[in-house]
Structures are given as C-alpha cells and as structure tokens.
C-alpha cells in the first residue's frame, strides 16, 4: 500500500503548488484582477454590435475587404466593475499579400463604445491566390487573415 501513496505525494504537491501560483500570479497590483481576465484587441471581418456571423467569402483580386479592431483598451472592463474605457494610443496596420507583397494600411485611432476602428482594404489586381494577413504593431499583435481567390472580377 506504500507504492501508490508515494506515487500521490507529487501529484498533490504539484496540484499545491498550482494553486498557490494561481492565487498570487497575474494579479494587477491595484483592485487584485488579474490581468489574464481582460480580452485583448482582436481584428476581424465583423462589425462590432453584430449578432451572428456569416463565413466570410474570398476576396478576389481587385476587390475590397472591411477589417474591424476591436476593443483596443487598456481598461479591463470584463470583471464586473464598470471602469470607464480608456483608449490605447493609435495603431498601424499592415498588410502582407499572397506572394510576400506588404503594404501599410495606416494609422488608425480606437474610439467609440468598441473601442475600435475600421479599414477598407483593398486588394490589388494581379494579387496572386493564397492567404492575406492584416497585422497591428502592437506588443501582442492581433492578426486577421483572409482568402484571396484565384479570380479576378
């Protein structure tokens, strides 16, 4: 009966350990959030306040994509205590083609009750096929990606 409470006693100790970590870890040093609870910035095809989502559909060659950040904050408001959102500083977007192309979308400044912002995007004829990817600057960078087709209009 030894063999399997000493088997135990690094199980239990590492579950211990776990929780200890998981108490003290993360916390943002002023209400005691941790930091790990508040969603980060993201980019999509979605416009914000949108109920559902349709697949978004390839963008061929010569066509135009809208891209929306999204909650580009540094407030944590997903804990229950209303603070009011604070926008971060502006982003800058770029776009990397099928192909290796990259072009600078800009800078664009997060407002409104998303906090966010919005880009056309237009994809340049003669764009070959593959995957297009939108990226922001920031210290974890939020990516989009889209499909370009193999057809132009």
Do not use: K
């Not at 941790?34 to 559902?52: E, I, K, Y």
């Not at 889209?146 to 132009?152: A, E, L």
């Amino acid at each position: 009966m030894i063999g399997p409470v000493r088997r135990a006693r690094p199980l239990v100790a590492a579950i211990a350990l776990g929780l200890v970590c998981a108490a003290c870890g993360g916390s943002s040093g002023g209400g005691g959030v941790s930091a790990f609870s508040c969603v980060g910035p993201w980019l999509d095809q979605v416009p914000p306040n949108t109920s559902t989502v349709a697949a978004a559909a390839p963008v061929a060659p010569g066509d135009s994509v809208t891209v929306y950040g999204h909650r580009y904050t540094d407030t944590c408001d997903d804990t229950g205590q209303d603070e009011p959102l604070q926008p971060l500083p502006p982003v800058h977007l770029t776009l990397t083609l099928p192909g290796g192309a990259v072009e600078d979308l800009g800078v664009f400044t997060p407002a409104g009750d998303d906090m966010g912002f919005s880009v056309v995007v237009h994809v340049p004829a003669g764009t070959p096929a593959g995957v297009a990817r939108i990226r922001d600057d920031q210290e974890y960078p939020a990516v989009e990606r889209f499909r370009v087709s193999g057809n132009g209009r």
